[in-house]
């Protein structure tokens, strides 16, 4: 009886270890068959994004068939866009690794990361430029010089986040150690780091769009200029990534994506208030804030500061690789610097 | 099988159990099943035994993981021993007043059901930016799971226990240690368990998204590790979370049950 209990706890170990040993020859079996058939098979592309004003282009694209169009214009034949909204860049540089994503919107800080890590991916294009600024309520807080040295907590998304590395940068800028005020972050999302300066909580929220502007009209909020000057509305915020097996082995179809989201970053500069009214759902505002705060963004193909800020993120130690030019973070296809 | 030997058995069979996931998880790492980024985004036991040890050498920017460790533990424990404290006095308080009672079993029900994450911007508004968020959050997680134990276990108490107590002039206090608590105890042990496993979950999730920098707890440390796609790294800091978890369970969770519950017959 004894016995006879090991002996089967061994064997069910034993056939659990073999079935995962052999996981890999029969996947590659089964990835050989769809290699095989991928040719007849219609075109497929899975694209993330993530929530908010900056990736309006998006709603405009996914919402006019704009990919769907072009790849039909360039090949006569159909490709089935699948839009997955998630909810951070790590999630989706993990996606693209794995290789259950192709093409990826997250901001630019993650994605250079994503690079340095070899994730797989490159820049294709860029996407927005939005408002960024680091607001405070304290009346003893009035720019970068006051806060260093003080244990003042400051509200921004998170560490490694595009917020932190401004914060980073606008201290490097003024003479600062770029890690100087770390300690002093309370991770957070952006409506918790809003509720939490206007209650008087923290000191600072560094935030982007559309939270800036609706800490702008609260009068009793200052701003701390040298944060926004670090990293003004014309750089580049959010940006496309592609994996370097769609732009090797799917040129057509990559094309395609890069058509489909240049003619809908045409399409919303063109019709701003039609695009307010599509959107202004999606992001939770009235389409007449939507439309404000759309016009303060800037929405563009071309990239702008990315490869000054991988190299900012590789000098104060915020990636371990060092790029050599712009080249290492995009595709050739990508104008900007 | 006598008790000795059944226990070597269960012993034989977790390890080889344990043995077996391991395996598994080394045959898919190295078979790049996963596809050719295999290793970034599953990375093997090597990567994963080498930045168990970086994290507690070099840890993150400078801060080795065993201050993480030592900030959440701090505040796990307050948490755990205020939720603790309130489930006993609460629930005690129940079996007292009949209308208290009613009170209570619905406040239990209905917080019971709120994920504490949701609660976050009030909590925030009250405590404001500071740790005692996260011990709130703990609280939250640990009271309302063994309060309901409490009172599952008080009303389980066979009604000639409590008539015997009053007989013998009990009553108050006095009714709830002498018969309540000692009828209830296997219901407060099973309540312990899952408090604690609520609390340690809790506590994560809560530093994962509410992450002061100047107090890091593990939490903040496997997002930093996530953002950077440090994944060796987050998945020997899962490694940690679990073998902290275990050392909980069967060092101080079953002992307790052993000599108490399992020795008084009220548990097999």
């Known amino acids: 009886m004894k016995k006879k209990l090991i002996r089967n706890i061994v064997a069910a170990g034993a056939t659990l270890c073999l079935c995962a040993c052999s996981g890999n020859a029969a996947t590659t079996g089964t990835e050989g068959a769809a290699d095989q058939s991928a040719s007849a098979a219609p075109a497929e592309i899975n694209i993330a994004y993530q929530y908010g004003l900056a990736y309006a282009p998006l709603i405009v694209c996914k919402e006019k ?30 996606g693209i690794a794995s290789g259950s994503l192709d093409v990826g919107f997250l901001g630019v800080a993650p994605a250079i990361s994503g690079v340095a890590k070899d994730v797989g991916y490159r820049i294709f294009t860029n996407l927005s430029g939005q408002e960024h600024g680091m607001m405070s309520r ?51 999302k952006h409506p918790d780091g809003m509720t939490a300066l206007e209650s008087g909580n923290v000191a600072c929220h560094l935030t982007s769009s559309p939270y800036i502007f609706k800490e702008h009209e609260n009068a009793e909020l200052h701003e701390i200029k040298e944060v926004n000057a670090a990293w003004p509305v014309e ?99 990508v104008k900007g610097n | 099988m006598n008790s000795k030997k059944k ?77 603790i404290l309130l489930a006993f006095i609460l629930s005690g308080l129940s079996m007292v007043s009949f209308i208290f009672f009613k009170i209570y079993d619905l406040t239990v029900s209905v917080f019971d059901l709120l994920p504490g994450i949701a609660l976050l911007p009030v909590v925030i508004i009250i405590f404001g930016v500071r740790e005692e968020v996260i011990v709130f959050l703990v609280v939250h997680a640990v009271l309302w799971p063994m309060s309901r134990n409490m009172l599952d276990g008080f009303n389980a108490t066979p009604r000639i226990y409590v008539e015997a107590g009053k007989n013998m002039g009990l009553k108050g206090a006095g009714l709830i240690f002498g018969v309540y608590l000692p009828a209830a105890a296997s219901y407060i042990v099973s309540g312990l368990k899952s408090g604690w496993a609520r609390a340690w979950r809790g506590l994560i999730s809560a530093e994962m998204i509410f992450g002061i920098a100047s107090s890091p707890g593990i939490g903040l440390f496997i997002n930093q590790m996530r953002t950077n796609m440090n994944n060796a790294e987050m998945y020997a800091t899962l490694l940690v979370i679990i073998i902290i978890g275990v050392i909980v369970q069967y060092g101080i969770l079953r002992p307790i049950e052993v000599n108490t519950v399992r020795k008084w017959g009220m548990t097999k």
Not at chain 1, 74 to 88: D, K, L, N, R
Not at chain 1, 146 to 159: H, K, M, R, T
Not at chain 2, 52 to 74: D, E, H, V
Request: charged share 15%; with cysteine; aromatic share 8%.
């Open chain 1, 65 to 94: 068939g704009l990919i769907e169009e072009a790849y039909k214009n360039a090949t006569g034949s159909e490709v089935t866009v699948t839009w997955t909204q998630m909810s951070s860049g790590a999630d989706i540089n993990t």
């Open chain 1, 138 to 188: 304290s009346t003893d807080i009035n720019s970068i010089a006051d806060l260093a040295g003080s244990n003042e907590q400051i509200a921004l998304v998170n560490i490694g986040s595009i917020q932190h590395i401004i914060l980073g940068k606008a201290l490097a800028d003024n003479g600062y150690d770029a890690h100087l005020l770390d300690a002093n972050i309370v991770a957070m």
């Open chain 1, 235 to 333: 750089n580049s915020f959010i940006v496309g990534v592609a994996s370097t097996e769609l732009h090797d082995k799917q040129p057509a179809l990559y094309e395609a994506l890069c058509s489909g989201i240049s003619s809908s970053i045409d399409y919303l500069n063109g019709n701003l208030e039609e695009v307010a009214d599509m959107t202004s759902e999606y992001d939770g505002n009235t389409p007449e804030d939507e439309l404000e705060y759309l016009k303060k963004g800037v929405y563009t193909v071309e990239t702008k500061g990315i490869f000054t800020l991988a190299t900012f993120m590789s000098e104060n130690g915020f990636v371990e690789t060092s790029f050599s030019g712009y080249s290492d973070l995009v595709f050739d296809n």
């Open chain 2, 7 to 83: 226990h070597a058995v269960s012993v034989i069979a977790r390890v080889i159990y344990v043995i077996a996931l391991l395996v598994i998880w080394e045959c898919v790492a190295r078979s790049g099943i996963l596809g050719p980024r295999s290793s970034l985004i599953f990375p093997s036991l090597e990567q994963i035994g080498e930045a168990f040890i970086k994290n507690f050498i070099k840890g993150y920017a400078g801060t080795s993981l065993w201050i993480y460790i030592a900030n959440s533990m701090k505040l796990l424990l307050t948490g755990l021993v205020i939720g």
